[in-house]
């Protein structure tokens, strides 16, 4: 379908077209076919594909709202929380909710979309104190709130159950299948959700919202005398991006079955930034590969490399080396992750064409471009 | 963080290592970890900004504040490779007098030992020192110019890659000389410690009015007043939720804190 105006940037054409369909396409087979795959090479990495296509949907939530908004989200971790928690809450026997902890657990899938509109609402009243704000305040703010939430689930045990934690969990009910420890099920459960969200994320993208984000990201004052309302298009942003953190909190919750503060802290927040700057911010295929990358070195690659470590350690009799915990480093390897991409390749591995655009805009001006729209900005707030 | 670990690890050069209580203070020890702290610290920003914000000074705005991030998680491993995942105990080097019973012979719950009055003798001069040196220095002026229209500054002849190296020298030193503070004062470290401390700080100096030395004191008291409320009041637990809530209000209602001036762009 040709579209008329603006088509320009969104829609490819010719070779670009079907090498992105064959991508699509190819991919969605992979990860419909990886447990055989994983089964027939003997990996046995159904159980880490779980929370790293689990994070990939986080990613691509918070891709919404700081790759397409370009809203910087340091606190997204509290949604993912929330998200678990209403699933908790619907589903636990220990549920606060008197009705639910008499035995009338809220069907999973029920619960799963009412958590997740929970998260949604979360995120507009988290949201809506912020919207005056710009660049590091934005930041430092959302970081509160993502402090702010695990504490306050922390201190109050009569509720949550504190530090102790939340379990069991309610889990999905579909005839003929059983979600227990067999990781395959949820496996499959999550990667349909994964696809959903790229379907949904992508569709937005090339939305009337989405065209509004692009230009409310690029620059706040001429989106809004364009008639962009900015109010709701930011909101819009900040729930939507909760809502997805949502989803994937309630099945991270029901397939860890218990959920504890602690799981949702400022690293859980930077680990998703980490994955889609690395990947790309605003792509969504870069943005998948970021969480791949990241998760595999996370869960599979730290693991591997510490089998090497001990195994050298106990040849050789080294006790440093024996009990050497290598993911300790995995924080550093990020910090250095992050300022290598932002000196190199600020628009991440697999950037999309308009945030390449952006990010290189001042180059290729010759002017300090960033500078300018400061200036500009200044100019029209006083 | 990193300044509290430089202290201790001076302090333990010099053989001060482990002391609990004692009696005599060793001042010219406390001044050379001080010294080094501050020295050690203000490179380390200049450092810092060499490598990972100077080259990005014309990128959008998103790209310093992610390198930032990623600086302080390297800071944060620094410090675990270099004192371990525990809590560190912090000598206790200084007199234990208590003014209050000892010199006045009051004798109340409100107590003031040697150590408030050694937080106080130091921070005191360092702050009316950094607002000399911002209000009366070439370089302090330099510093507000730049501040306010760097391309600006550029024109009038400037070097504000200088002078934004000084700032963060300067922004070093004052942490080194309050990490040693905070350890002497509290006897603990660990090397989480610096998240918590740059949220407040940063909190603090919004509360007060970005840009302004005496704001940024106001708001570094009303913020210590208020966190010491709420941990009698709520409970230590409940300190940070006060402390952030409390962040998110002003920014919300008055962004330009209790003594600042409109802004613009930053908030």
Known sequence: MKRPTLGWWYTTTGGARSRRVWVTVGG??????????????????????VPIALFIILALGLNVVVGFA????????????????SMAFLTSPQSPIPWVAQGNQVNFFLAMFISAGVAAVFGVILGAPTLRLRGDYLAIVTLGFGEIVPLVIKNTPEVTKGTQGMNPIGY???PGVVFGASPIPWYYLIVAVLLLSVVITSRLRISRIGRAWAAMREDEVAAASMGINLV?????????????????????????QVIAPEQFRFDVSIFVLVMIILGGLGN?????????????IDRILFDWISGIVHGVGSAINNDDLRLMDVSRSRQLIFGIALVFMMLVRPEGLFPSARRKAELHAAEELGEPAAEQERAILVEVEE | MLGTFACLTTLTLLGFGTEVGTTSTPWWA??????????????LNVLA??????????????????????????????????????PRRFPDLLPQYDFMSQFFGLHTLVRFTFKDLFVLALAIPLMLGLAWVIRNTRMGKAMRAVAQDTEMSLQMGIDVNRVISFTFLLGGVLAGAASLMYGLYNNNTVFTLGFDAGLKAFTAAVLGGIGNVSGAALGGFVL??????????????????GVFSLLVIILVFKPTGLLGQALGDRA
């Open chain 1, 284 to 296: 969504i295929g870069g943005v998948i590969a970021g969480g791949l990358i990241l998760g595999g």
């Open chain 1, 232 to 256: 709701t298009t930011k909101l819009f942003a900040f729930s939507l991006g909760a809502s997805f953190s949502g989803f994937a909190g309630t099945i991270w919750a029901s397939y860890l």
């Open chain 2, 224 to 241: 210590g007043l208020l966190s010491a409320l709420t941990v009698t009041y709520f409970g230590g637990q409940w300190e940070n939720v």
């Open chain 1, 70 to 85: 370009g809203l910087l989200d340091l606190g997204y971790a509290a949604f993912f929380a929330i998200g678990a928690y």
């Open chain 1, 28 to 49: 969605i087979a992979l990860a419909l076919a990886f447990p055989i795959i994983d089964g027939f090479l003997g990996l046995g990495w159904e159980a880490k594909a």
């Open chain 2, 30 to 43: 406390l001044g050379l970890a001080l010294l080094a702290a501050m020295i050690f610290c203000g490179l």
């Open chain 2, 49 to 86: 900004e060499r490598v990972a914000y100077r080259p990005l000074r014309r990128a959008p705005r998103l790209a310093p504040l992610i390198s930032a991030i990623g600086v302080s998680f390297i800071f944060v491993n620094i410090g675990l490779f270099w004192q371990g995942p525990t």
């Open chain 1, 172 to 174: 999905p009910q579909i």
